[in-house]
């Protein structure tokens, strides 16, 4: 008997499933919370120049705040204080209406920045002066923490295909939390860049790990609602994140703040289930059996595992693969789970690189950060529902396919649109973004289906590296509004258009079996789904 066979006799989404859920939220939510931390930790507040240097003794310190910025900081063109230049000596003649100076020479500042500390405390652009001709380092902080993310998603995942889910879980958690406290503790930049480095590479665990373990526990009937009600943990950590960056404004707090949820995570990992399908497939038919029953007894099914015992489950596995170790290497010895990895990370360097691309840009539509984060989070609920309404129907792979499509299309209009017309270029930016993390929850449960158990961590490991490479570069795209502004823009579009054209060389998973061994994908998926219906 298949295991899936197991799992709709015991109810493959009772009390048992919920509970995993539950549990495994509280870490989740810490996810969206570090992904999106730059939004509010790494703000760039209004600043200028420190031009306390032009004080000559005279006239100058008896100006006003006002009147000094006039003679001491040249304009743009929209009549703004610059905020990267100031004038070598003084232009008293400003305070007249006169804009003409023989001595109006401008130099870079000479002594710092003055920052805007209205909204936000301290962000790491205040503690180290990341602005202007250092603006970059700015944008090599989130860099660095997907860089993290990209290599620990693979590590994690094949030590967790060869070690089991629950272990390395409990390794993740206790390093991403003693790796966010001590970024909190950085005395320097390079401290600090290295510290989230490292942060990145221990949420990756909680990344692949946690989603992996609950759609293992899930029966084929409930995969595309649990999928959908497991990606909204997403939507409430971006709630959170925007409800404790509000009150918490000063950015060392603010990473205690959002990591916080781990000691819960910690606390709670004892009452965690190992997958039963992972000990399954490596042999261990006893502690399979004890977790199953388990899960019968909570879900009141005890009565279906009578005749079921720990020989009759290690039967249901394939003699010759149990106990095989696997790797990622595996994924392209065989060309259906070849094109299945080669398509798959394709797909998800757009969709990741497209996601942040907007996600991280929440500055371009002339709202707060804390207005425009929460209606981007908030879009989200509906988006996911409509997902759960469609997958259903339409499949994984038109979904993708449709939203990746889609994305393109509202990335592509807003090149059009121009900067006065903020509320247009909020409304499409929203709907870009509902359709980009519409294509994140599809690709999140789609790939989870596509690969076989033996190697589903490493394929999770393996995508989600990929993934974290598009974010990585992501950020750095918008360095290329200096050379055209519409550069950004046309590139994000391009690139979700691309990888939308790539899913639809992915075969379809709707209502098929998760696949246990890598054998099953080299069989063709139609005739393999029905003769496990047969059986």
Not at 31 to 48: D, Q, R, S
Not at 100 to 112: H, I, K, L, M, P
Not at 168 to 194: G, N, R
Not at 249 to 276: D, F, G, K, Y
Request: hydrophobic share 45%; aromatic share 12%.
């Amino acid at each position: 008997m298949k295991f899936d066979s197991i799992l709709s006799e015991i109810n493959g989404f009772g009390k048992f499933q919920i509970m995993l859920i539950f549990m495994l939220t509280i870490s989740r939510i810490t996810l969206p919370c570090h992904f999106l931390l730059n939004n509010f930790m790494a703000a760039v507040p209004a600043h200028h120049c420190n031009i306390t240097a032009l004080d000559d003794g005279g006239v100058f310190r008896n100006l006003t705040a006002d009147q000094k910025l006039a003679v001491g900081i040249p304009a743009e063109q929209d009549g703004t204080p610059s905020s990267c230049r100031m004038f070598s000596k003084p232009q008293y003649q400003h305070l007249s209406g006169s804009n003409s100076s023989e001595d109006a020479f401008t130099v870079q500042c000479q002594n710092g920045w003055v920052y805007d500390n209205s909204t936000f405390k301290s962000t790491l652009v205040t503690e180290w002066d990341l602005v202007c001709s250092r603006k970059g380092m700015n944008k090599a902080t989130v860099t660095v923490f997907f860089i993290g993310v990209m290599v620990g998603a693979p590590i994690f995942g094949f030590l967790s295909d060869r070690f089991g889910r629950r272990p390395l879980l409990m390794v993740s958690y206790l390093s991403s939390l003693a790796f966010a406290v001590f970024s909190t503790l950085s005395t320097s930049y390079i401290m600090f860049i290295i510290m989230r480095f490292f942060v990145g590479f221990s949420l990756a665990g909680i990344s692949i790990i946690a989603h992996v373990l609950n759609i293992e526990w899930v029966g084929i009937k409930h995969r595309t609602f649990a999928g959908v009600i497991i990606s909204l943990d997403w939507t409430v950590g971006n709630w959170i994140l925007v409800g404790i960056a509000y009150y918490v404004n000063e950015w060392r707090m603010l990473v205690l703040a959002v990591t916080s949820p781990l000691i819960l995570a910690i606390i709670t990992w004892r009452w965690l289930p190992e997958s039963a399908r992972w000990l399954l497939a490596n042999g261990k038919a006893d502690a399979a059996h004890h977790y199953i029953m388990k899960c019968a007894e909570m879900n009141n099914r005890a009565k279906c595992m009578v005749t079921i015992t720990p020989t009759a489950l290690l039967g249901s596995a394939q003699p010759e693969t149990v106990n095989k170790k696997y790797t990622v290497i595996d994924l392209f010895k065989t060309p259906n789970i070849r094109k299945i990895a080669v398509c798959s990370g394709i797909v998800w360097y757009g969709v990741a690189f497209t996601y942040y691309g907007i996600s991280l840009n929440i500055t371009g539509f002339g709202l707060s950060p804390y207005l425009t984060q929460i209606v981007f989070a908030s879009i989200e609920m509906p988006m996911k529902i409509g997902v759960y309404v469609c997958l259903d129907k339409v499949g994984r792979r038109p979904g993708e396919v449709g939203a990746m499509l889609l994305t393109g299309l509202c990335l592509f209009i807003s090149m059009f649109i121009s900067q006065d017309k903020w509320l247009i270029r909020t409304v499409v930016g929203v709907l870009g973004k509902a359709l980009s993390e519409a294509s994140f929850t599809i690709m999140s449960l789609y790939t989870s289906e596509l690969y076989p158990t033996v190697v589903r961590q490493n394929g999770l490991g393996y995508t989600s590296c990929l993934a974290r490479l598009g974010v990585s570069v992501s950020p750095l795209i918008m360095l290329l509004e200096d050379v055209w502004h519409l550069l950004p823009a046309v590139i994000y579009c391009a690139v979700a258009v691309g990888s939308g054209l790539v899913a639809s060389l992915l075969p379809e998973t709707l209502n098929t079996r998760l696949t246990e061994f890598i054998e099953d994908v080299e069989k063709p998926r139609v005739q393999s789904t029905r003769r496990k219906e047969t059986q």
